[in-house]
């Protein structure tokens, strides 16, 4: 199923304008990761009706530390490591810096409302702060909650102590899935401060063939993300005699680690790594050319890249956890949730494979036309003018 019509620009209907700041650390295209792709996507569509300023650290490739970027005016307070990461863990003295440089700039201006990424953390005290002097309406785009045995594999107890603190500070919060939202609720925050709003696709019209027996996998090799259930489903298949090309798009610490059992199994033909795709265009193509999009997940805060792939005519599976919203997005016959079983993975794969798999076609376009970026946009629209 292809989903061909065409997303429409600026949708909007309210005609009062906002002042807004967009605080996160990391910014699309420099950073590609869902919260900063949801924070792009929505304020380069609001920018021609809405006053919009991001404030965030200065990346190579930038042009300055003060420019325009379609139609958003980027500041850039402090700079950005060359890496985020250290052994799969975010930095802190980056976040401590940037949440400290930050404070200035807050003060030398006033907005209606500052929108704010809930990671990492810190600069949301430095937001609250500044609001003791000003006031503007604080929200914070919550992507996912982590609990306190993940805190502790990720970073530190610490984290989840500081989490708890963030959830407190601002007015609202915007969360991304149904399932955050409630682990938001459960973590004692009044269910009335909790506004769901989900994260949205482009719809593209890509002209390739679709290969029948390729799956595909987009996302940071790690852990969490179970990689290694898929390929063991692959071995399964051939093992069964059936013929299958399973692509592998993303980096990693995992990534030796899958590519020795890709070898020990003799799959070097069936498994494909690729690394990263630079473009969104060259990433629907993989997806407009794959059967299935795998996404055996432990953890995610909503799972835009299934979302996608789902727009592009890819059959979505993923995994049955508490933690993986993801599944909202293949449940009423739009895809399939399966347990944590390599045996259950490689039926459902050749089920779908063979066309025995049914699937609600007209569900699976009718809820992708409600979770474009323009529809998002105009939920993100509405609520921002609902807050004055």
Same mark, same amino acid.
């Given at each position: 199923?292809? /989903? ?17 700041? %967009? ?18 996507? @929505? ?5 021609? +009706?809405?006053? *919009? ?16 970027? !379609?139609? *958003?005016? /980027? ?5 950005? &490591? ?13 976040? %401590?810096?940037?949440? =400290?440089?930050?404070? &200035? ?26 609001? =003791? ?14 609990? !306190? ?26 969360? %991304? ?12 925050? &009044?269910?009335?401060? /909790?506004?769901?709003? &989900?994260?949205? /696709?482009?719809?593209?019209? $890509? ?6 027996? #390729?799956? =595909? ?9 179970? %990689?290694?259930?898929?390929? #063991? ?21 995992? +990534? !030796? ?13 069936? @498994? ?61 016959? #739009? ?16 089920? $779908? ?5 049914? =699937?609600? !076609? ?7 036309? +409600? ?18």
């Amino acid at each position: 199923m292809l /989903v061909l019509a065409k997303s429409f620009k600026n949708p909007y209907f309210l005609l009062r304008t906002v002042k807004i700041a %967009i605080v996160s650390d990391v910014i699309y295209p420099w950073v590609k990761g869902g919260g900063e792709r949801r924070f792009y996507e @929505v304020y380069k569509r609001l920018a021609g +009706k809405h006053e *919009i300023h991001w404030y965030t650290m200065f990346y190579e490739g930038m042009p300055s530390k003060e420019f325009v970027h !379609e139609g *958003i005016r /980027v500041h850039c307070v402090s700079n950005a &490591p060359v890496n985020l990461y250290s052994k799969g863990k975010r930095k802190i003295f980056p976040a %401590i810096k940037f949440s =400290l440089a930050l404070i &200035p700039r807050l003060l030398k201006e006033s907005f209606d409302v500052i929108d704010s990424n809930q990671f990492p953390f810190l600069h949301n005290f430095s937001i609250k702060f500044v609001n =003791l002097f000003k006031r503007q309406k604080f929200i914070i785009s919550w992507l996912e909650i982590w609990d !306190e045995e993940y805190c502790k594999e990720y970073s530190s107890y610490l984290t989840y102590l500081i989490q708890g603190r963030v959830l407190k500070l601002p007015e609202k919060i915007v969360s %991304i899935s149904k399932t955050t939202s409630k682990k938001i609720v459960d973590e004692n925050v &009044p269910r009335k401060r /909790v506004v769901t709003i &989900p994260l949205g /696709v482009n719809l593209v019209d $890509v002209k390739t063939k679709r290969k029948n027996n #390729r799956l =595909l996998f987009v996302g940071r090799l790690i852990k969490e993300k179970n %990689i290694d259930l898929v390929i #063991r489903a692959v071995k399964n298949l051939k093992e069964r005699g059936a013929k299958t090309e399973f692509i592998i798009l993303g980096e990693g610490p995992e +990534k !030796e680690n899958l590519k020795e059992l890709v070898e020990k199994w003799g799959l070097e033909k069936e @498994v494909v790594f690729l690394g990263f795709v630079k473009t969104y265009e060259d990433i629907a193509k993989l997806m407009s050319s794959s059967k299935l999009f795998v996404l055996p997940s432990e953890r995610e805060g909503f799972g835009l890249v299934l979302l996608e792939a789902m727009s592009n005519g890819c059959v979505g599976l993923t995994l049955e956890h508490e933690n993986n919203a993801a599944m909202e997005l293949v449940q009423k016959g #739009r895809g399939f949730i399966l347990k944590k079983d390599a045996n259950a993975w490689a039926d459902m794969i050749k089920e $779908v494979l063979d066309g025995k798999a049914k =699937l609600d !076609e007209k569900e699976i376009e009718s809820f992708i036309m +409600k979770n474009t970026w323009d529809a998002v946009s105009k939920k993100i629209d509405v609520f921002l003018e609902g807050l004055k």
